[in-house]
Each structure stands twice: as structure tokens, then as C-alpha cells.
């Protein structure tokens, strides 16, 4: 009798869920999700809940991102292909969760398996980070008297990314009954409470069961599963509206078992493997054999070696973090598809539907670097995602009457503004200016030149058309940006944000060096024609950047985050913030909010961590102690920000607070905070603050040579970082005493 050769629990390496509750249940379905890049599924039970109806349908509507609480349930089903769309009423364009796969349920006469009502005891269920598996095990005491020990395992292939495998093994305790079980594909399912699914079709044949759909986007999606079964068991193929399943029975007597293995392919039209989907759906089903399954494991986590390999970060001495880290590692590797640059990374990592599968800025600012470092290719495939979604830039510039392209706040597959709130979408335009900072990034820390001549330099004109467009006159003949929402939005119409304008000037700063660089080596000619360049574009593009308003330099203590922010309103946050466990926004109207001195998250001091070189130690502290106390950090971004200034001033206790925020807005069970989806921008953050805060890596936007200026937390003996650079693979450690390449 086949089973998986699973690796031995190792508790550094596995997430746990402690037992099922109906308060908690959700959050380690986000908690545990699985993914392999291309589908991702959360970690809910194959059973479902049975209090629970996944496709219940209800209205979402627009609402403050920050403050919006979501539908309360103890379970919600989620499966994802990213690049599969629908069309939401109200929230635009969104990811569209798809028919649950791994749905498989189990019944003893008429007691139907079920957490919330069964009796379950030696409970154990955990995520395997090293090779993305999920293990359920317990003991179901039956009301028939029949004691039955659940194994399950699963996982999505990391090697054959449309292929999903999972293993029940069943086994009688005591006693002696029939097991009925029942396993299939359910679409039973919607999507922020919406029906996306359009000619859904039930098939079977031989081999096979399937159920192929069209979303109201325009995606077509083809699933299909079949069973390898240790006995000889009689199977029948029942369908109803909803789902298609393989059901059958089996008389299990004491010290018996069965044992279930599913293998599922997934396929949609929109892949970039192209041809004919129900071919490479076919193809790939039928190659798995029950004698070759193993094989597929194995292939499976030799994937997932390398890519820990490349990523794996070891801190001696501090299992905690060390293992946090591992955790944001994980997510973020099987989060990517480096195979894809048609999509990025959304803001729930696949996990959830919280942001609609929609990618923002937290993509360039907060996880490039990881992947930077660790899968260059990766990094390139989501700023190609920009470089293909430029036409959707260039159609959100002209709605807005602008020229060049303005990428949009909340972007997906089209690259055009899906952002349902006015005061974000009209507003917060400094994403545009961001992704010009990520190509930089990327090519110095890469040395892959060639994307600025054969991708980058599109993306850098045609953003700079729009900064030209975009800005005003002042009375002095300064350019100014009037109206703009920084990264904090709890101030969301400013003048002159500090990081929005320091950020433009750096991107139209680089989009002329880059084409003077061209033009030393003989390749801008077929640019020029191609993007159709003037002499009054180049000429504008230095005007601005020379004359863009900056109201600091190297001897101004407090950088004011917008013009006449000292005239925003003083507040008292022990008397309004009654609860810090909570959003300071729920204790407080947004209306006055918006005029008050209260951040969402400190612009100043993340411009200041992307431009270390400009400003000197004293303005990092100053900045640090007049913005932080009125930082409410009920953004995820803002905490890691905090902690990588706060290693790097010295402030030790402070940096150790931060990591432990850091850390606690995913893995907290009591937070809760993976319930809707992983915080993967977050995940960037843990990287960031461990190798460029604790490490003190300077920045490859910022240095030709991998360099460290450590300052570790007490306990941490060392920490081993792996870094690719130019190309090459590194590993560094570093302690106390400082660093060196091994």
C-alpha cells in the first residue's frame, strides 16, 4: 500500500494550528495556505464546515481599506489562479475564487465528519514550510462506535505547477462499519459574496472527472481530478448543480485502512504556456500514474530545496525570528510566479480576497528586494508585469487628462485603475514614481542593464510625460504637486508630500542619466523613434526635475511630510485611543482624522530608508523622535520602516519592539491577521528589517559591493544570509564583529 514518504515533524519548520475553533478557524486557513506560483489554496479542511456555506452571496461595497470588517465566518474556501478575473458591481475587476479542489468528505452511517460537531480528539494539523505540505491528522470517535485515525497530506506541485496531489489514509482503530466518502471538485463557492462563474459544465469519462467554466471576465478555467484508491473499490460519479464527486464505500474492520490519493490538473486560458487548454489539461492528468507518484514528490521538493537554498536566512540564537522569517520566506516564494510576467504578487499573497487580488506599490517598494536577492528572475517577471500593463497606464494618464502613463493605485490584469475609494485612486499617485525606483533597483543590485534599453526606459518616458503634465507653477516658478496623498493616507489632499516629490525627482532624474547613457552607446536612436522622443521632451523632463519643489537638504532638522503640516491639528491619542489592540482609525471620524497630526504611516522616514545617502545621522533621529510618536502604524508597511531606522540609530529595545510587531501582525493568534490573507508586503518587511536593519546591508541601489554594518539584537550570535549579486550566489556571515563571504 502507496503512501508519501513525509518528512519528520520539525518544529522550526511548521506552522501549527492547535485544534479547531470556530473563532480561529479562519485565520489558519489564510495562515496555512499552499501555493506553487501558479494556484495557491488556503488551508481550509477538505470537509469544509458544515455550518458554513461557501457560496452565500451578499453585496461588498467600497470602504476605508484600513477600517473594513469583513464578513465573519469560520471557514471560507479559497482557491487561486492568479490572471483569472471577474467583474465585480461595485469593486471593479477582482481575482475570482475558484472551484475547491480538494474538497473530500467522509460519513459513518448518517454521522457526516464535520470539526464543529464531531468528537475529535488527538488533534494535529501544521504547514511544512520546507516543502509547502499540509498535515492533518486525528481520531474521529464515531456515535457507531467505529474509531477511525484521519492522516491527511497535500500539496501543489512546485515542479508541475498545474497539478495538485493529496493523500487521505483511513485507519480502524477499533471496531467495524462502512465508511462512505466522497471526493471531487465542489464550485459551491463565490467571490466577496459575488457569482463570477458563467457556463459552468460537469464532465466525466473513464478516468476522469472535471468541471470547466468561464468567469464574467472572460477567463475560461478547466479542472480536473481523478483517484487512485489501495482497494478495490466500487466508485460511481454523482453531480448536482454545484459539484461533481467520486463517491464510494468501504467496510473497514479493525487495524484496516484505505487509502485515497487524488490528483488534480488545473488550466486556464490565460496561461503563458499558450495552445490548446484542454490538451495541456489531459496531458498532464494522465502522466500521473499510481506507480509514479512518488516521483512527483520527490520532484516537488527538489524545487522547494533550491529555492530555500537561495532564500533561507539563519539566525543563531533566535529560533523565534529565525522561524518568523522562514515563515514570510515561504510565502513570498510560493506567492511568485517567475514563469509569468503577466501578473505580480497581490496584496493578500493569494491568500484571501481581502484587496481583490490587486497589486500596488508594497510590490516594488516592499518585496522587490527580496526577490532582488534571492530570484532575480522573479524580481524581473514583476517589473516586466509593469512594462506589460504600460497601455493600461497610458489610458488611466489620458482619463485623467494627463499625457504619458499613470499607473494606478490598485492595479490588475489590465494594468487600468481598480481602485473603488475617490481619495486613493484620484490621489495617490506616487506609484507611478516608485516603479521607476524598482527598475533602478533592480539593475544596480542585478547589473542587468540591457532591461533599461529593451523594457525600462518605456516605462521611464512615458511616466516622466505625465510627471510634466501632472505638476503646477507656484508663485516662486517652482513646480509643485498639489493634491496628492502619500504613503500615509491618513492625510489624503496634500501639497508637496515630501516622499511623492522626492520620489518624482529621482524618477525624471533617471530617465534623463538613462538616456544620456543611451546615447554614449549608440543605442537611443530606435528608441527615440519608437517612443518618440523631443528635444522639448528632455528639455522638460530636466526643468522639472531641477525646479520640482524639495523643502529640505542636508541642514534641516524636521522634514515636514507636506506643506503646512505643523497647521494640521495636535491630538490627544491617550484620551481618543482607548484600546492600542485595535486601529487607532475606529476611535476616530475620518473626517477629522484627514485635518489631524495622526499617520497612517510616516512618509518622511520611509523616504529617508530609500535615500539613506542623503541625509545625515541627527536628521534620521530627529525625523525618527518627532514623527514617530504620532505614528498610529495601522498601516502593516509602517512598523518594519520603524524597526530598520530604530536598528540603525541604535535604538535596540525599540528595533526589538518593531520586529516583535512585525511579526505578530501575521503569526499572532490573537491578532488574527492572516484571516482574509497573508500581509505579504509585511513578509518584505521581516526581510528588509533583518538583513538591511540588524545586518545593516547597505542597498544595492546604493552600492557596488555587498556591505554589512551589523548591529544585532543581544541574543542573536549570527546570522547567515545568502545574496545573490551581479548574478552570482553568496552567502555572508555576519556577527557582531561584522561580516564574511563564505
Known amino acids: 500500500m502507496f503512501t508519501f514518504d513525509i518528512n519528520e515533524k520539525d518544529d522550526l519548520w511548521c506552522i501549527e494550528d492547535p485544534g479547531f475553533n470556530e473563532d480561529s478557524s479562519k485565520y489558519y486557513e489564510g495562515l496555512l495556505t499552499q501555493g506553487n506560483g501558479y494556484m495557491h489554496v488556503r488551508g481550509s479542511f477538505e470537509e469544509g464546515v458544515r455550518s458554513v456555506k461557501q457560496d452565500e452571496e451578499?453585496?461588498?461595497?467600497?470602504?476605508?481599506?484600513?477600517?473594513?470588517?469583513?464578513?465573519?465566518?469560520?471557514?471560507?474556501?479559497?482557491?487561486?489562479?492568479?490572471?483569472?478575473?471577474?467583474?465585480h458591481p461595485y469593486l471593479f475587476t477582482e481575482i475570482v475564487n475558484l472551484p475547491f479542489f480538494m474538497a473530500a468528505s467522509f460519513a459513518v452511517k448518517d454521522e457526516d465528519l464535520d470539526m464543529e460537531e464531531s468528537d475529535i480528539s488527538e488533534y494535529e494539523r501544521y504547514l511544512d514550510m520546507r516543502d509547502g505540505t499540509l498535515v492533518r491528522r486525528f481520531v474521529w470517535n464515531t456515535k457507531e462506535g467505529l474509531k477511525l485515525k484521519m492522516e491527511y497530506f497535500r500539496f501543489l506541485s512546485f515542479a508541475d505547477k498545474h497539478l495538485a496531489f493529496s493523500e487521505i489514509k483511513i485507519t480502524a482503530l477499533s471496531g467495524e462499519g462502512d465508511l462512505s466518502f466522497r471526493s471531487g471538485i465542489d464550485a459551491g463557492v463565490r467571490t466577496n459574496g459575488f457569482n463570477h462563474f458563467e457556463n459552468v459544465l460537469f464532465t466525466e469519462d473513464s478516468d476522469s472527472i472535471s468541471v470547466s467554466l468561464k468567469t464574467n471576465g472572460g477567463n475560461s478555467v478547466l479542472m480536473s481530478t481523478k483517484l487512485f484508491l489501495s482497494d478495490a473499490v466500487e466508485t460511481a460519479v454523482m453531480q448536482d448543480l454545484s459539484r461533481i464527486n467520486y463517491i464510494g464505500r468501504k467496510h473497514l474492520k479493525t487495524g484496516e485502512c484505505f487509502v485515497i490519493h487524488k490528483v488534480v490538473a488545473a488550466n486556464a486560458d490565460c496561461d503563458v504556456e499558450g495552445g490548446n487548454m484542454e490538451a495541456r489539461n489531459v496531458s498532464g492528468l494522465y502522466a500521473?500514474?499510481?506507480?509514479?507518484?512518488?516521483?512527483?514528490?520527490?520532484?516537488?521538493?527538489?524545487?522547494?530545496?533550491?529555492?530555500?537554498d537561495d532564500a533561507e536566512i539563519k539566525i543563531v540564537g533566535d529560533e523565534k525570528t529565525e522561524k518568523a522569517l522562514k515563515f514570510s520566506t515561504y510565502h513570498l516564494l510560493r506567492a511568485d510566479n517567475d514563469e509569468n510576467p503577466n501578473v505580480a504578487i497581490c496584496a493578500k499573497g493569494y491568500a484571501g480576497e481581502a484587496y481583490c487580488g490587486r497589486y500596488f506599490w508594497d510590490t516594488e517598494i516592499n518585496m522587490l528586494p527580496f526577490f532582488i536577492h534571492t530570484n532575480p528572475q522573479g524580481a524581473k517577471n514583476l517589473l516586466m508585469f509593469r512594462y506589460n500593463t504600460l497601455a493600461g497606464a497610458k489610458r488611466n494618464?489620458?482619463?485623467?487628462?494627463?499625457?504619458?502613463?499613470?499607473?494606478?493605485?490598485?492595479?490588475?490584469?489590465?494594468?487600468?485603475?481598480e481602485c473603488a475609494c475617490w481619495q486613493y485612486a484620484d490621489h495617490e499617485i506616487?506609484?507611478?514614481a516608485d516603479i521607476v525606483y524598482a527598475i533602478m533597483h533592480y539593475v544596480k543590485a542585478t547589473g542587468d542593464r540591457d532591461f533599461i534599453k529593451n523594457y525600462g526606459i518605456d516605462i521611464m518616458v512615458e511616466t516622466a510625460r505625465y510627471w510634466v503634465d501632472r505638476v503646477d507653477k507656484d508663485m516662486k516658478g517652482r513646480y509643485v504637486l498639489l493634491s496628492v496623498m502619500g504613503p500615509d493616507e491618513y492625510l489624503p489632499m496634500t501639497n508637496n508630500n515630501a516622499y511623492t516629490n522626492h520620489m518624482v525627482k529621482f524618477a525624471l532624474d533617471t530617465t534623463v542619466s538613462c538616456i544620456e547613457e543611451l546615447k554614449e552607446k549608440g543605442e537611443f536612436d530606435e528608441i527615440k523613434s519608437r517612443l518618440n522622443i523631443t528635444d522639448e521632451d528632455m528639455e522638460a523632463f530636466k526643468d522639472v526635475a531641477a525646479n520640482i519643489k524639495i523643502s529640505f537638504n542636508k541642514d534641516t532638522e524636521i522634514i515636514l511630510q507636506c506643506d503646512g503640516?505643523?497647521?494640521?491639528?495636535?491630538?490627544?491619542?491617550?484620551?481618543?485611543?482607548?484600546?492600542?489592540?485595535?486601529?487607532?482609525?475606529?476611535?476616530?471620524?475620518?473626517?477629522k482624522n484627514y485635518r489631524s497630526k495622526a499617520l497612517k504611516q510616516a512618509d518622511v522616514l520611509e523616504m529617508m530608508m530609500l535615500f539613506p545617502d542623503e541625509f545625515t545621522r541627527q536628521q534620521f533621529i530627529s525625523n525618527y523622535d518627532y514623527y514617530e510618536p504620532i505614528t498610529t502604524h495601522d498601516s502593516s508597511l509602517s512598523a518594519a520602516v520603524h524597526g530598520i531606522i530604530a536598528a540603525r540609530i541604535g535604538r535596540d529595545d525599540v528595533a526589538m519592539d518593531f520586529l516583535k510587531r512585525v511579526i505578530d501582525i501575521d503569526l499572532s493568534a490573537d491578532k488574527k491577521g492572516a484571516e482574509e490573507g497573508i500581509h505579504i508586503a509585511n513578509c518584505g518587511g521581516l526581510w528588509q528589517m533583518v538583513v538591511y536593519g540588524f545586518a545593516g546591508m547597505k542597498s544595492g541601489m546604493w552600492s557596488d559591493e555587498v556591505t554589512f554594518a551589523p548591529n544585532l539584537p543581544e541574543k542573536w550570535q549570527q546570522v547567515i544570509i545568502p545574496i545573490?549579486?551581479?548574478g552570482e550566489k553568496k552567502r555572508y556571515v555576519i556577527d557582531k564583529n561584522g561580516f564574511e563571504l563564505r
Open 288 to 308: 500521473v500514474k499510481k506507480e509514479n507518484l512518488a516521483d512527483y514528490y520527490e520532484a516537488h521538493k527538489k524545487v522547494w530545496k533550491n529555492k530555500w
Open 58 to 87: 451578499y453585496d461588498r461595497k467600497p470602504a476605508n481599506v484600513t477600517l473594513e470588517k469583513h464578513k465573519k465566518q469560520s471557514s471560507k474556501w479559497g482557491t487561486y489562479i492568479p490572471g483569472v478575473v471577474g467583474k
Open 724 to 726: 545573490n549579486w551581479h
Open 565 to 591: 503640516f505643523y497647521d494640521f491639528a495636535d491630538l490627544d491619542f491617550s484620551r481618543i485611543w482607548k484600546d492600542r489592540s485595535r486601529c487607532f482609525g475606529e476611535f476616530i471620524s475620518q473626517e
Open 397 to 417: 494618464a489620458r482619463a485623467y487628462g494627463y499625457k504619458g502613463a499613470r499607473f494606478p493605485w490598485e492595479s490588475s490584469v489590465s494594468g487600468e485603475e
Open 430 to 432: 506616487h506609484v507611478t
